[in-house]
Nanobody, 117 residues
């Protein structure tokens, strides 16, 4: 079955940067959308950014201009470059894969991002 593993989370000061990575293994799909979602304490999980199979990105208004999503299909990896981080960016960040062929969504276990000090 498809598996997603996030990495790159951690503690960073306001104004700092982090790059999250999501490695996909056992991928049997050739056409799929990938995305990053996040969930802060007491809040619903929300969309951060998505990128289509063709490379078209979409961002939440709260991160537009600060975050950049990209993908490397040859490496089966999606990235989220996060700049100018704010305390309100603190959340668990989840990687998502959505195949075109089926309705099933695949999720990683999440990685904690904390922006403080």
């Amino acid at each position: 079955q498809v598996q997603l593993v996030e990495s790159g989370g951690g503690l960073v000061q306001p104004g700092g940067s982090l790059r999250l990575s999501c490695a996909v293994s056992k991928n049997i799909f050739s056409t799929y959308t990938m995305g990053w979602y996040r969930q802060a304490p007491g809040k619903q999980r929300e969309l951060v950014a998505v990128i289509t199979n063709g490379g078209t990105p979409t961002y939440a208004d709260s991160v537009k201009g600060r975050f950049t999503i990209s993908r490397d299909n040859a490496k089966n990896t999606v990235y989220l470059q996060m700049n100018s981080l704010k305390p309100e960016d603190t959340a668990v960040y989840y990687c998502n894969l959505r195949p075109m062929a089926i309705t099933t969504n695949y999720w990683g276990r999440g990685t904690q991002v904390t922006v403080s000090s």
